[in-house]
């Protein structure tokens, strides 16, 4: 069973540093075994994130992932 999480599930809002809820998705499919993290239309701001084995992260063709521009993100 393949398991997915919008990162809207876990609080982001598009627009807002969303690091924290990309990485609570992560963890959890991780847990899970595997999965997909996926990050709806909108842009999509963040700063390190650890990705897993076993995890894709799904962008819709709308979403942008951009990279924060704060360095203590990082």
Known sequence: MTH???I???GAVPGVL???AIQ????EL????GGSVLLPPGI????TI???SGITLHL?????????TDLAHY
């Open 4 to 6: 997915t999480l919008a």
């Open 60 to 68: 819709d063709p709308s979403a942008v992932l951009q990279a924060s």
């Open 24 to 27: 609570a998705c992560i963890d």
């Open 18 to 20: 969303a690091t924290a």
């Open 8 to 10: 809207t599930d876990r």
């Open 50 to 52: 650890e990705l897993r």
């Open 30 to 33: 991780a847990q899970r075994g």
């Open 44 to 47: 999509w701001i963040s700063g």
